[in-house]
């Protein structure tokens, strides 16, 4: 389990101390406990991988916003912390598809669903969206439809 994993490299982040490690894994496990109790659960129970993953990628997206924010405020030394962070929560997310990938993907996904009309690029988006669940970035997805109808 994704979350046991988790909570036993804590300690070998203490051990080898590696703050910044541990400062991530630390916030990680504290949001899969907030994720366990919004959904009713006990603290002291586990996550299935699935909706760890979907913490996880809920944490990094909100280190790429920041990241954003930082750029655009100038403020290097945080933008540098926040990068440090995000490639540790990178380590645990699966390999996202690359922007060709996505395109082929999106090419095809429109020949089969017959769609010619740019109104209907939200049903597209849609179909793939839920083909790509947890395997492309949802920004990526849309610049690859978007890129079909210009």
């Given at each position: ?72 405020g100038n403020r290097e030394d945080l933008v ?47 179909a793939l969206m839920k083909d790509l669940k ?12 978007d890129s079909l109808f210009a």
């Amino acid at each position: 389990m994704l979350q046991e994993k988790i909570k036993n490299q804590i300690k070998e982040a203490m051990l080898a101390k590696e703050p910044v490690r541990l400062e991530v894994l630390r916030g990680m496990s504290a949001a899969f406990m907030n994720e366990l109790v919004s959904k009713g659960k006990k603290p002291q129970d586990v996550l299935s991988d699935e909706d760890a993953l979907q913490v996880i990628m809920r944490l990094a997206k909100q280190r790429k916003d920041s990241i954003e924010q930082f750029t655009k405020g100038n403020r290097e030394d945080l933008v540098a912390e926040e990068k440090a962070q995000l490639a540790v929560i990178e380590a645990y997310l699966p390999k996202m598809m690359e922007k060709d990938e996505v395109l082929s993907l999106a090419k095809a996904k429109k020949e089969e669903l017959g769609i010619t009309d740019p109104t209907k690029k939200g049903m597209l988006m849609s179909a793939l969206m839920k083909d790509l669940k947890g395997k492309a970035d949802g920004t990526l997805v849309k610049e690859a439809v978007d890129s079909l109808f210009a």
